[in-house]
């Protein structure tokens, strides 16, 4: 949590904060440190009387990063400062920043009516950065990386706690998200962000919530309503994972209709922008927001609802976070517009167009890696959202799918080229840490600690054993295989990777040379076998092959060493 001591910077969870009396200038305030991609925080009191200070006035400030850039950017009112105060009661507005530069940051504030602004400093150092905001990767867009130039593998949990953001946030922390942590995930998909339905859902085997009247505004009041309490408890569980460089996609996002919250529809058009203005102002300067979302199951071209929004999103988040919708059916969807950056997606009317017969193939593997391939628009990663088979939470029940169907579902989004969050816990108004329908991270009793184990083998391999972030999908190169059982990501010429389920025989076309750095992975236990020397000649290479892109290849027959469990084949050039 953050302190505010009049005249002097505190220091709190990396974060710079400043209060100073309203004056012209900010003088005597020494020039304080903050780390590159951290958040920068100034506190400033203003003691005029508004008869709503949301919106009766406004507070911008230009800063000026050494290089000599000039990024103009909003602050926002925020009551007493420490979560209390309403439209009338409250002094402080607060300036927040992302510094993307080392070196010494200049910012001038100004207020919309006319009252006096000041000035600042602050120096950006390397020392305790954060790995900064993911982007598409500059080499290879299929993929996310952090600034867009260092490839990042996404391992990332579905965390389903809405009214949990007001349990005890030691208790929390230590039991929900630092597990988290302690296994490898670098990416959560979250409920509480932003707060605005479904407060019964916290952790029955935890402290009780202090409250669950947990409501971010009231329908259609946005500019009225506002909880700064609740923008207090939402902002101390994402800087807490800020801190720690992991990154937060908002799966409710911004329309709570589809919950019984708070519906978009009924603000206005100027509430709608005051909301989006004021909840960018608070949140993009945290560099682990990957991404803005609107909400679930949307189609993507409503200019009323999320495609409006999203323009709002573009128009003020001067960091350029990460900015999509869920399209539940993304065989037809609208990640080519400019708005969306890059693509959340559900594997529905991948089968069939009709909810009664598609719906037998929500659990499939396939569909999955299918739904991924058709959401990919040329410089816009694919996430996998709300891949059925890999919740267990809400699908699994729904959809009759395994733990078999969930380890299979993760290999079909990533050798799509895909990202994906799953989750391991069961209930959703009975949700628990512990016990066999809880967070399968604390104990055998609960069935899914398996799955766990499988996200883990996953996340070793393409972290690991390959160069995930040169390679692409590439079925293409498979032949005499059964293509809803197996899939290729390759880099060609370079190294492959083949996921095939129950052992399925394929043959695999090879660009010439040398793949001395082979073996087989058990996609159950991580068990890896040694496979043999394979030396592809030139003069083997097919010259006039139906898919001219298999043209420069041969092909090898290749059968995985058993038909009891998934097999990922490695094949690797000779460095």
């Not at 510094?99 to 010494?104: H, L, R, S």
């Not at 919530?209 to 259609?220: H, I």
């Not at 899914?448 to 391999?461: H, K, N, P």
Request: some cysteine.
């Amino acid at each position: 949590m953050h302190r505010f001591v009049r005249a002097s910077f505190v220091w709190r969870s990396a974060s710079l904060s400043l209060l100073v009396a309203l004056a012209p200038h900010a003088a005597g305030a020494a020039e304080k440190e903050v780390s590159l991609y951290r958040v920068f925080e100034a506190a400033l009191e203003n003691a005029k009387p508004y008869s709503n200070k949301f919106t009766d006035t406004s507070l911008s400030c230009k800063y000026t990063a050494p290089s000599g850039r000039e990024i103009e950017f909003a602050g926002f009112y925020d009551g007493d400062g420490q979560g209390g105060g309403d439209l009338q009661n409250g002094s402080v507005w607060k300036l927040r920043f992302l510094p993307d530069e080392p070196g010494q940051w200049r910012y001038r504030w100004t207020w919309s009516d006319g009252t006096p602004g000041g000035e600042g400093a602050f120096r950006c150092v390397t020392a305790g950065a954060g790995k900064g905001l993911l982007r598409p990767y500059k080499d290879n867009p299929h993929w996310l990386a952090y600034n867009g130039n260092e490839p990042v593998w996404l391992k990332s949990y579905y965390e389903t706690g809405h009214g949990s953001i007001a349990q005890p946030f030691g208790w929390v922390t230590e039991n929900v998200y630092q597990p988290l942590l302690d296994r490898g995930y670098n990416h959560l998909q979250v409920n509480w962000l932003l707060s605005l339905c479904c407060f019964g859902q916290y952790y029955l085997d935890g402290p009780a919530p202090s409250t669950q009247n947990l409501a971010l505004y009231q329908e259609g009041r946005a500019s009225t309503t506002m909880r700064l309490d609740v923008w207090r408890l939402m902002e101390q569980h994402l800087g807490w994972l800020n801190d720690r460089d992991v990154h937060v996609h908002m799966f409710l996002g911004f329309e709570g209709r589809k919950n019984d919250g708070p519906s978009w529809e009924k603000l206005s058009g100027q509430e709608k922008d005051f909301y989006v203005r004021y909840a960018v102002a608070r949140l993009a300067p945290y560099a682990n927001l990957s991404g803005w979302n609107f909400v679930w199951e949307d189609p993507g071209h409503r200019e009323s609802h999320e495609l409006g929004w999203a323009r709002l999103i573009q128009k003020y988040d001067v960091f350029n976070h990460l900015r999509a919708y869920e399209d539940e059916h993304p065989r037809d969807n609208e990640y080519q517009r400019p708005e969306y950056t890059f693509a959340a997606i559900e594997n529905h009317q991948i089968a069939a167009p009709e909810k009664p017969l598609d719906r037998l193939y929500h659990k499939t593997p396939w569909t999955h890696h299918q739904a991924c391939l058709l959401s990919y628009v040329p410089g816009k990663p694919v996430f996998m959202s709300e891949g059925n088979a890999l919740w267990r939470r809400y699908w699994h029940e729904r959809s009759g799918a395994t733990q078999d169907d969930l380890r299979r579902a993760a290999w079909a989004c990533a050798t799509a080229g895909a990202s994906f969050c799953w989750n391991g816990h069961a209930k959703e108004y009975e949700l628990a840490v512990r016990g066999p329908e809880g967070m399968p991270f604390h104990g055998a009793d609960n069935p899914y600690t398996e799955s766990a184990g499988y996200i883990d083998v996953l996340a070793d391999v393409m972290s690991r054993d390959v160069r995930f972030h040169r390679m692409q999908p590439m079925d293409f190169l498979l032949t005499r295989q059964d293509p809803f059982r197996v899939w290729c990501l390759a880099e060609p010429g370079s190294q492959y990777l083949v996921f095939s389920t129950l052992g399925e025989p394929f043959r695999l076309h090879l660009a010439p040379g040398a793949y001395t750095n082979n073996f087989w992975v058990n996609a159950k236990t991580g068990e890896k076998h040694p496979y043999a020397n394979l030396s592809v000649p030139a003069d083997k290479l097919a010259t006039d092959d139906p898919d001219e892109r298999r043209n420069g290849t041969a092909g090898i027959d290749l059968r995985p060493p058993s038909n009891d469990t998934d097999w990922v084949l490695i094949l690797r050039q000779s460095t």
